[in-house]
T-cell receptor, first 111, second 114 residues
Framework: GESVGLHLPTLSVQEGDNSIINCAYSNSASDYFIWYKQESGKGPQFIIDIRSNMDKRQGQRVTVLLNKTVKHLSLQIAATQPGDSAVYFCAETGANSKLTFGKGITLSVRP | DAGVIQSPRHEVTEMGQEVTLRCKPISGHNSLFWYRQTMMRGLELLIYFNNNVPIDDSGMPEDRFSAKMPNASFSTLKIQPSEPRDSAVYFC????????????FGSGTRLTVV
């Protein structure tokens, strides 16, 4: 799952700090959103999802926020760890089940 | 469940040869997606199936690419003839359509066309 080499924006954070990764989506008809994490050599891995009837959802150390007014999605990672270093993608879908990905952001955790 | 299973993991072939990538979706999932990931274009949806029927193939680059899903547990993506610009990582994913739930990806096939 080779996201290595993609010329993506990079977010660099200190280990232990909180990370916020942002995503703007384009389709106002989308009603389901997913954050994926992709490590080198692997496929995208599901992190957390949210439906359009919610504006916040929490998981273990992760929170997703959805602002439908401005079509903005964010992923918050609490107490970022070295194992969180990866490329993160937001994805959106609607009634047609067609899952469309954003460009991705590289998260780099400094020890 | 073993997840979405793709084969082969790596494929190196010469330009002009036929390449077939394989995918076994998660049992019970009724939607299947083929994606391509490259440095330049990121993750692109090539085609997806609902209940074994192709729904949207607008992402298929050209006629050299074809995909089939003969049954609920197997799909193939074929490139004939292959070209160096087809070199990429190809992912298969499956989900349960209708609920938009459980989009799960395989580990991908890294294709190199020389």
């Amino acid at each position: 799952g080779e996201s290595v080499g993609l010329h993506l924006p990079t977010l660099s954070v200190q280990e232990g700090d909180n990370s916020i990764i942002n995503c703007a989506y384009s389709n106002s008809a989308s009603d389901y959103f997913i954050w994926y994490k992709q490590e080198s050599g692997k496929g995208p891995q599901f992190i957390i999802d949210i439906r359009s009837n919610m504006d916040k959802r929490q998981g273990q150390r992760v929170t997703v926020l959805l602002n439908k007014t401005v079509k903005h999605l964010s992923l918050q990672i609490a107490a970022t760890q070295p194992g969180d270093s990866a490329v993160y993608f937001c994805a959106e879908t609607g009634a047609n089940s067609k899952l469309t990905f954003g460009k991705g952001i590289t998260l780099s955790v400094r020890p | 469940d073993a997840g979405v299973i793709q084969s082969p993991r790596h494929e190196v072939t010469e330009m002009g040869q036929e390449v077939t990538l394989r995918c076994k979706p998660i049992s019970g999932h009724n939607s299947l997606f083929w994606y391509r990931q490259t440095m330049m274009r990121g993750l692109e949806l090539l085609i997806y199936f609902n209940n074994n029927v192709p729904i949207d193939d607008s992402g298929m680059p050209e006629d050299r690419f074809s995909a089939k899903m003969p049954n609920a547990s197997f799909s193939t993506l074929k490139i004939q003839p292959s070209e160096p610009r087809d070199s990429a990582v190809y992912f298969c994913a499956s989900s349960f359509a209708g609920t938009n739930y459980g989009y799960t990806f395989g580990s991908g096939t890294r294709l190199t066309v020389v």
